[in-house]
């Protein structure tokens, strides 16, 4: 049985690092730990704080959750995160959801989750983008909700349709 969240939203932390020594806040249900101090849950919860990078992320998790192989739900939303180049998501198999990316082509990065069907990232600057949603489900085509709105399958068609005629666009313009 899953626990409650690790809640380390509201500390403060700048970087991942600055998170070990953090206690995570107690909610309605309280936070069941191991005979090694770990917690038994598989959701982190790290947002609104500032934190800039991922660095550290595959150790936080292991410092924390008992089960780190396990962790299904991880939320970044309203940190200052702009790149994901130094996290290895081929550690969390088991993500299934993830909330915040600020950059539009870091997404690229998480089609190696093979059970994320849930992303938010309502809110970010990337969503200005037009062609935002349809970049989003053609890089994740598992993905079952984004932005709190289902994917439906006409999405998954379009966005195929709209990359392929992307990709085909720059092609000529560089053959030109």
Same mark, same amino acid.
């Given at each position: ?21 953090? +206690? ?17 849950? %598989?959701?982190?919860?790290? $947002? ?6 991922? %660095? ?6 292991? /410092? ?8 299904? &739900? ?6 200052? #995160?702009?790149?994901? +180049? ?14 915040? #990316? ?5 997404? /690229? ?7 994320? %069907? ?8 990337? +969503?200005? $983008?037009k062609?935002?949603? $349809? ?11 984004m /932005?709190?709105?289902?994917?439906t ?8 349709? &709209?990359? %392929? ?12």
């Amino acid at each position: 049985m899953y626990g409650a969240p690790v809640d380390l939203s509201f500390k403060h932390i700048s970087s991942l690092a600055d998170a070990w020594t953090e +206690e995570p806040t107690s909610g309605l249900r309280p936070l069941k730990r191991n005979s090694e101090m770990k917690y038994q849950s %598989h959701s982190l919860r790290l $947002n609104n704080n500032n934190i800039t990078d991922l %660095h550290d992320l595959q150790k936080t998790v292991s /410092d924390f959750l008992a089960e780190p192989l396990q962790l299904a &739900w991880l939320d970044l939303s309203f940190n200052q #995160i702009t790149h994901i +180049e130094h996290v290895s998501f081929l550690c969390m198999p088991c993500l299934g959801v993830l909330c915040d #990316i600020f950059i539009l082509s870091e997404v /690229d990065r998480l089609g190696v989750l093979p059970h994320l %069907h849930t992303i938010t990232l309502h809110g970010n600057v990337i +969503e200005a $983008n037009k062609a935002y949603r $349809n970049r989003v489900i053609n890089a994740l085509p598992r993905l079952k909700t984004m /932005d709190f709105s289902a994917v439906t399958r006409q999405e998954q068609v379009m966005a195929k349709i &709209w990359h %392929h005629s992307n990709n085909h666009s720059r092609r000529k313009e560089t053959l030109e």
